[in-house]
């Protein structure tokens, strides 16, 4: 066993690419037209506004990183039950679960944005009951409709991603818990949801990014995110490239680190029999 351990580990290790590997010539052109493009960017462009504008940058960031999570994780808590039904719910559950899935797939998230902030937020204020509740001071702010529809379309698109997920773990990794003697609750919080997640992660990753890039539209209904700073700067500045090459940018480094984290995720989750 440590003998094919060792021949493992030695073929993978000589197929790691070499230095001379990553020298191609057509990486070589690429990294000489990034330097060139940044050093006239640099040169060429006006950068002199970043001081002043850097703290409203700054909160502008983490608005889109606390949009981006918290949507993530609230959308991902009610994909799983979204997809579990779909695989073994009762009819009922499961037409309920994939009609919802369709029609949120099915229309443009900037649609459902503006129908839950112009269409309930107008409607909350005719209530007395709703403007004198302890809600009020939320439902009257931008936020809670952004972070609602960012939230219902990650659920819609990742519940269709765990439902396939749930479908492909081998029905004979569960019926060998059940034979061991688990109850139904342990079978799936021990052995189904992990593989499911598992199968799903590269999935979700690619989902995870297309949030971060769905983010700005939440600058639409006033919300102040990153995207909606650079705006104001181009605005009060008149510069049209600058702002917009660095929000370009921000976007690539937040992506960059999604991507690594996940692939991080992944490497570290066993894969043997997946």
């Known amino acids: 066993m440590n003998g094919e351990t060792g021949t493992i580990e030695a073929t ?3 197929e790691l690419p070499s230095g001379r590997d990553f020298l191609k010539p057509h990486r070589i052109i690429l990294l000489a037209v990034a330097v060139i493009a940044v050093f006239c ?4 462009m006006r950068w002199d506004w970043i001081p002043e504008y850097a703290g409203r ?4 960031v983490g608005v889109t990183l606390l949009m981006l999570f918290s949507t993530c994780v609230l959308g991902f808590l009610f994909a799983v039950p979204l997809g579990l039904a779909q695989v073994t719910g009762p009819w009922p559950l499961k037409l309920l679960a994939k009609t919802f899935c369709t029609i949120i797939r099915g229309t443009p998230l900037l649609l459902q944005l503006w129908l839950l902030y112009y269409g309930l937020g107008s409607l909350f204020p005719q209530f007395p009951a709703i403007r004198e ?3 009020w001071p939320y439902l009257r702010e931008a936020w809670p409709y952004g972070a609602a529809a960012l939230t219902i379309s990650f659920a819609a698109y990742e519940g269709e991603v765990m439902r396939g997920a749930f479908a492909g773990v081998p029905a004979g990794e569960l019926e060998a818990a059940r034979a061991y003697g688990m109850s139904r609750w342990k079978v ?3 052995i189904w949801l992990p593989r499911a997640v598992h199968r799903a992660l590269p999935t979700l990753n690619g989902e995870t990014v ?8 939440v600058a639409t209904i006033t919300v102040i995110d990153v995207y909606a700073v650079i705006s104001k700067i181009r605005q009060t500045t008149y510069l049209t ?3 917009l090459l660095l929000l370009a940018l921000i976007y690539l480094c937040l992506t960059a680190i999604l991507v690594v984290a996940f692939r991080t995720l992944e490497n570290k989750i066993p894969t043997r029999g997946a």
Do not use: D, H, I, V
């Open 12 to 14: 993978a290790l000589t």
């Open 41 to 44: 960017m640099a040169w060429f």
């Open 57 to 60: 940058l700054a909160q502008g």
């Open 188 to 190: 799936f919080r021990r």
């Open 241 to 243: 490239y600058e702002p």
């Open 210 to 217: 297309l949030q971060l890039k769905s983010t700005p539209l």
């Open 133 to 135: 509740s302890f809600l």
